[in-house]
């Protein structure tokens, strides 16, 4: 699989900005896929996933409420609206995919093999 994330950009905080992720290569049937973000100096976190097949979302604490994740299928494109964005929203946006993901282990960036070039997202205060 081969992801392709775009959208990232500069924004006040308090704006909004959509983050997408084009898939290519085998059927996404039986894949999560997830976003993730990683700040200067600090770790990989998660952000939000969505099971290609069924559709459920998965949040972190820290967006719930203010992202939403989607998915298009025809297009094979996983979308992140990001609303209401905080200044500690700033990071590297980085999509990434895997089969077989249950539900407990989703927020685990080691359990996805398939990643994106990220995007930078920056708010500014």
């Known amino acids: 699989v081969q992801l392709q994330a775009s959208g990232g950009g500069l924004v006040q905080a308090g704006g909004s900005l959509r983050l997408s992720c084009a898939a290519s290569?085998?059927?996404?049937?039986?894949?999560?896929m997830a976003w993730f973000r990683q700040a200067p100096g600090k770790e990989r976190e998660f952000v939000a996933a969505i099971r290609w097949s069924g559709g459920n979302t998965y949040y972190a604490d820290s967006v719930k409420g203010r992202f939403t994740i989607s998915k298009e299928m025809s297009k094979k494109t996983v979308s992140l609206q990001m609303n209401n964005l905080k200044p500690e929203d700033t990071a590297v946006y980085y999509c990434?995919?895997?089969?077989?993901?249950?539900?407990?282990?989703?927020?685990?960036?080691?359990?996805?093999?398939?990643w994106g070039k990220g995007t930078q997202v920056t708010v500014s205060s």
């Open positions: 990434a995919a895997q089969s077989g993901v249950i539900a407990s282990s989703v927020s685990r960036r080691g359990v996805y093999s398939y």
């Open positions: 290569g085998r059927t996404l049937s039986n894949y999560m």
